[in-house]
């Protein structure tokens, strides 16, 4: 049973920094990367940022400069460290752990920026 839990969304103001983590368990399949999407209020989901089993990383260009996605493979956890964020920051963010099966989602995280 994959779970995958996340943690650490909440209002901030513009130009202020969140970090989200998600910490995934329950599996055995390979796990080729974690991913990070996002869903604004009226709009659809998504890509913020993906970081793949090798460390490689790649991101939406509207985070690029912004957002960091990193992870400790140790504790299975994804981190996004969020800086000067923008209203249009905000959403629901959703983690994503890819494995060779599919892709997992966790509950989703709002961030508030205003």
């Known amino acids: 049973h994959v779970q995958l839990v996340e943690s650490g969304g909440g209002s901030v103001q513009a130009g202020g920094s969140l970090r989200l983590s998600c910490a995934v368990s329950?599996?055995?399949?390979?796990?080729?990367?974690m991913m990070w999407h996002r869903q604004a209020p009226g709009k659809e989901r998504e890509f913020v940022s993906r970081?793949?089993?090798?460390?490689?990383?790649s991101y939406a260009d509207s985070v690029k400069g912004r957002f960091t996605i990193s992870q400790d493979n140790a504790k299975n956890t994804v981190y996004l460290q969020m800086n000067s964020l923008k209203p249009e920051d905000t959403a629901i963010y959703y983690c994503?752990?890819?494995?060779?099966?599919?892709?997992?989602w966790g509950q989703g995280t709002q961030v508030t920026v205003s």
């Open positions: 994503g752990a890819i494995l060779s099966t599919k892709t997992y």
């Open positions: 970081i793949n089993r090798s460390g490689s990383t």
């Open positions: 329950g599996y055995t399949d390979y796990k080729y990367g």
